[in-house]
């Protein structure tokens, strides 16, 4: 069973948590950690690392509103991947919060990019741990993404909702 911690710089595996983020995700898609710590103390916006007894698996980073939790940033550490810590983790969220709907943003599969398979495998994981797509795209810095959902239906103005809550109103999602 998975344990979670609070992600602050008090943890002994801050620096594991931060080396994760920064390659984990591309730089334009990163946020300054300071900011989601300091943004992480607002209601409905959690950002966890998660454990296994001593070993640090994996982080997540989320907004909850009104049955809806968007996965903003979801990680797994390298050198456990493939063991299944994923599937732990997104079971966690749906076992922790069972009346939310659950969202995120992949990059849309197109075989033309150039990390084509690494997205058709994301997708395929995600699939596989009950997301759907939900046939509506995001679009951030020129960047396409796909929003998979683990609801059958699903609200493209929850999505923007979520977006400007956590922002303050200073961002506005594109969806089409």
């Not at 969220?93 to 009346?99: A, C, E, R, S």
């Not at 058709?120 to 699939?127: C, D």
């Not at 995001?138 to 922002?167: C, G, M, P």
Request: net charge positive; glycine share 4%; with cysteine.
């Amino acid at each position: 069973m998975l344990q979670t911690k609070i992600v602050n710089r008090q943890l002994p595996e801050y620096r594991q948590i931060v080396k994760l983020f920064k390659t984990a995700f591309p730089k334009e898609e990163q946020m300054p950690i300071w900011l989601l710590r300091a943004l992480s103390h607002r209601r409905g916006i959690n950002f966890l690392a998660f454990f296994d007894e001593d070993i640090f698996c994996g982080l997540t980073y989320f907004i909850r509103k009104n049955n809806n939790l968007f996965l903003l940033f979801f990680a797994v550490d390298g050198s456990i991947r493939s063991k299944g810590y994923g599937t732990q983790i997104l079971t966690w969220l749906k076992t922790h919060y069972p009346d939310d709907q659950i969202f995120l943003e992949i990059e849309t599969v197109d075989s033309t990019s150039a990390n084509y398979q690494q997205r058709q495998s994301r997708q395929k994981f995600y699939f596989k741990n009950g997301f759907k797509d939900t046939g509506v795209k995001s679009k951030e810095q020129n960047v396409v993404y796909d929003i998979l959902s683990t609801a059958d239906s699903f609200s493209a103005q929850d999505y923007k909702d979520l977006i400007r809550h956590f922002s303050f109103g200073l961002m506005r999602a594109t969806t089409f």
